[in-house]
């Protein structure tokens, strides 16, 4: 399977608890994107990489999230000192900078978070 | 206000029936359309895209835009129950996607 993966797919923490969950992108992608999906909504943008460099930062990313992506392959975000609004899926897409069709991002499965 | 609205439904239609979906946006800004599929508790699949005014076809699907009205529509022909699934439209600008809500659409055998 060459799509974009994530793990873990689901993950329980309790409130107070840090979090980490990674992403691999297709491999000749070139952009990594991070998305927040609440239940009954779409995703809201995040952040999103070319290469190794974070270049844009939704206010929806408060200072307990960071994001990284070391060498301009796969990707961590982490959630630092969970709060149970945080609970929700966090979805990975990935895209060619240029070519025919740098719009198509393609999704990964999501990681599922609970905070309890 | 939202940058894309899409009625949430849900919307369900007897199996065979036309699907007819859609979104309004307020950003002149977004440049290209999308409509992802979702099913439950999976990733968005990316389903089609356009670029500028008028109708694309692929298959059953057949996506619209309307940028003077900023208005983007989705028809499903032939609607199948391997269709029911949430319908989330897209917007692109320079590098992100601004999604609607979603239409959760059930199409009964």
């Known amino acids: 399977d060459t799509g974009v993966s994530q793990n873990p797919r689901h993950k329980i923490t309790k409130r107070g608890q840090n979090v980490t969950f990674r992403c691999d992108p297709i491999?000749?992608?070139?952009?990594l994107y991070w998305y927040r999906q609440t239940l009954g909504q779409g995703p809201e943008f995040l952040t999103y990489?070319?290469?190794?460099?974070?270049?844009?930062k939704s206010r929806l990313l408060s200072d307990r999230f960071s994001a990284e992506r070391p060498k301009g392959s796969f990707s961590t975000l982490e959630i630092q000192r969970t709060e149970q609004g945080d609970s929700a899926m966090y979805l990975c897409?990935?895209?060619?900078?240029?070519?025919?069709?740098?719009?198509?991002?393609?999704f990964g499965p999501g990681t599922r978070l609970t905070v309890t | 206000q939202k940058e894309v609205e899409q009625d949430p439904g849900p919307l369900s239609v007897p199996e065979g029936a036309i699907v007819s979906l859609n979104c309004t946006y307020s950003?002149?800004?977004?440049?290209?359309f999308m409509w992802y599929r979702q099913y439950s508790r999976k990733g968005p699949e990316l389903l089609m895209y356009t670029y500028s005014s008028g109708n694309k076809e692929d298959g059953r699907f057949t996506a619209q835009v309307d940028k003077s009205s900023k208005y983007i529509s989705l028809f499903i022909r032939d609607s199948q129950p391997s269709d029911s699934a949430t319908y989330l439209c897209?917007?692109?600008?320079?590098?992100?996607?601004?999604f609607g809500a979603g239409t959760t659409v059930t199409v009964r055998a």
């Open positions: 897409a990935s895209s060619l900078a240029v070519g025919p069709r740098p719009y198509e991002q393609y």
């Open positions: 990489f070319q290469n190794e460099a974070q270049l844009e």
């Open positions: 950003n002149s800004a977004f440049q290209y």
């Open positions: 491999s000749e992608h070139n952009r």
């Open positions: 897209a917007m692109l600008g320079d590098y992100k996607l601004s």
